[in-house]
């Protein structure tokens, strides 16, 4: 029973670094970088080594910062591949990070949240499109993209903004 823990906290653990393919990601051990206003993306996709999946995005600006404290319950069980998640397990697990593999490493941890006033998106509409992750038919998880909307996340989803 240990082992399928620890490989269900690979699983949730690959699933956020995939979601989140970042140059220089904005994470809670770099608080002092992040300022509100700052542009911020996150990125879903870009997976593959010689023909690479579509990257979707959701594009914002930091419009709240804070910390909290917050209990790593257990990784949720969710008995199938990633590529198979449902909308519903997709948000199962982005509701329950941070998260770990074992009982003995339940504990308090702070997290860095943060509120991003959507800008811009560009989200799959179609499972053709890409397979239904965080980013799908215009939503964020259970949440409707739409322009200067408050979403609120986890700091370490993110990545800055590019300057061109």
Excluded: N
């Amino acid at each position: 029973m240990c082992g399928l823990r620890t490989v269900l906290w690979g699983v949730c653990t690959a699933l956020v670094a995939a979601s989140t393919i970042a140059d220089e990601a904005v994470s809670a051990g770099r608080p002092a970088d992040m300022r509100i206003g700052d542009c911020v993306i996150f990125r879903e996709g870009g997976l593959g080594r010689i023909i690479r999946t579509p990257v979707y995005w959701l594009k914002g600006t930091l419009a709240g910062i804070s910390r909290e404290q917050r209990v790593a319950g257990l990784c949720p069980e969710i008995g199938k591949p990633v590529s198979a998640y449902s909308r519903a397990d997709h948000l199962r697990v982005a509701q329950s990070l941070p998260c770990v593999a074992s009982a003995p490493e339940v504990g308090e941890v702070t997290v860095l949240r943060v509120q991003v006033s959507v800008v811009d998106w560009e989200t799959p509409w179609a499972e053709q499109h890409g397979t239904a992750g965080w980013l799908y038919r215009g939503q964020f998880l259970d949440q409707p993209l739409r322009k200067g909307a408050l979403i609120d996340m986890q700091a370490s989803w993110l990545e800055r903004c590019r300057e061109d």
